[in-house]
Structures are given as structure tokens and as C-alpha cells.
């Protein structure tokens, strides 16, 4: 079974930058990174393709970059210009087993790690 493990989160200040990690144990195809913030649904904000694709939620666009080294099996997020509403906690995923779903559907991805928070103060 493949294991996530994220790091990376933190406090910042509104404009500010963090970077989220998420080591991977094993193989795996598309990934992605979820924040749920309290009281709200956990939702995508961005997916990288095992062919290098990406997605993001028009929340995140021109602010936030996913990308993978597939040498290390390790999945980052470059988070820029946070915003307050970007607080929330982020989660890794990973699909091990084929899906039709699209990037960012929660549902097709079967493997996740277990969150690392951000915290952005105005």
C-alpha cells in the first residue's frame, strides 16, 4: 500500500509563499493536492498527470504551482500571494488505480496523506 506523507505547512502572512512536500512510498498515476478549511468541503486545487498535465481550481490559477520529481516520488505545491481564504488544511492524494474521474474529483484518488495545515493571517 502506498503511503503520503505531506510537510511543509505553516503560518504565513497574507502575500506571502509556502511550499507543501508530499513524499510518496511507491508508484502511483495522477496526484493532487485538497485543502478543507472548517465548516467548508474538502476541494481540489490542483493535479498533476503521471505524463505531466496539470490542473488547477480558478481559485488557485497564476498563484499556486503542482509539480512532481518523479526521481524522488515527492509532489510539491508552490503556494503564492496566499490569501486568508487560502487557510485551510491541504492534503496529498494519489490515484494507484486507473481512473476515467476528472483531476480534481476527490473520488479518484484512493490513497491520501494525512494533511498538513496553512495558516495565512491578513
Known amino acids: 500500500q502506498v503511503q503520503l506523507v505531506e510537510s511543509g505547512g505553516g503560518s504565513v502572512q497574507a502575500g506571502g509563499s509556502l511550499r507543501l512536500s508530499c513524499a510518496a512510498s511507491g508508484y502511483t498515476y495522477d496526484m493532487a493536492w485538497f485543502r478543507q478549511a472548517p465548516e467548508k468541503e474538502r476541494e481540489g486545487v490542483a493535479a498533476?498527470?503521471?505524463?505531466?498535465?496539470?490542473s488547477y481550481a480558478d481559485s488557485v490559477k497564476d498563484r499556486f504551482t503542482i509539480s512532481k520529481d518523479s526521481a524522488k516520488n515527492t509532489l510539491y505545491l508552490q503556494m503564492d500571494s496566499l490569501k486568508s481564504e487560502d487557510a485551510a488544511m491541504y492534503y496529498c492524494a494519489a490515484e494507484v488505480a486507473l481512473s476515467d474521474l476528472r483531476p480534481l474529483a476527490p473520488g479518484k484518488y484512493t490513497v491520501w496523506g494525512q494533511g498538513t495545515r496553512v495558516t495565512v493571517s491578513s
Open positions: 498533476i498527470g503521471s505524463e505531466g498535465s496539470t
